[in-house]
């Protein structure tokens, strides 16, 4: 098995939850690694957007003292965004319905961040 399809699987698992619309693996810089959103949607814009607002979190969490966060969680009336790091390389993102059910999804990020970073070592 590829690199490539051990992290297809990983948001296959997640992609599984009710709620979640799509997923993603980026790396820190917002480069796509690969991902399970539409052809409709812009993956690349997806991860880009998502891995800059994970920065500029890690940046402003540092700079007042508080450490790295866990994860950065956006929502809006359509849905959430969520994005948490997967090791020194990658993030791990997710896209939501607004009724999803949150605990779940992170359960289940935490899971497959963990096997991103056993993956991409």
């Not at 409709?40 to 991860?47: E, G, L, M, P, S």
């Not at 800059?52 to 866990?70: F, N, Q, Y």
């Not at 929502?75 to 779940?104: C, F, Q």
Request: proline content about 2%; hydrophobic content about 45%.
């Amino acid at each position: 098995m590829t690199t490539i399809e051990m992290l297809e699987k990983a948001l296959k698992q997640i992609n599984n939850i009710g709620g979640v619309e799509a997923s993603a693996v980026s790396s820190r810089d917002g480069l796509l690694i690969c991902s399970t959103i539409s052809k409709k949607q812009n993956a690349d814009t997806f991860v880009a957007m998502s891995a800059t607002m994970v920065g500029a979190a890690e940046t402003a969490t540092m700079e007042l003292g508080k450490g790295i966060p866990d994860r950065i969680i956006v929502e809006s009336r359509n849905g959430r965004i969520i994005g948490t790091g997967a090791g020194p390389k990658a993030l791990l993102l997710v896209m939501t319905r607004p009724d999803a059910g949150l605990g779940l999804v992170l359960i289940e990020m935490e899971k497959a961040a963990q096997q991103i970073r056993e993956i991409l070592g």
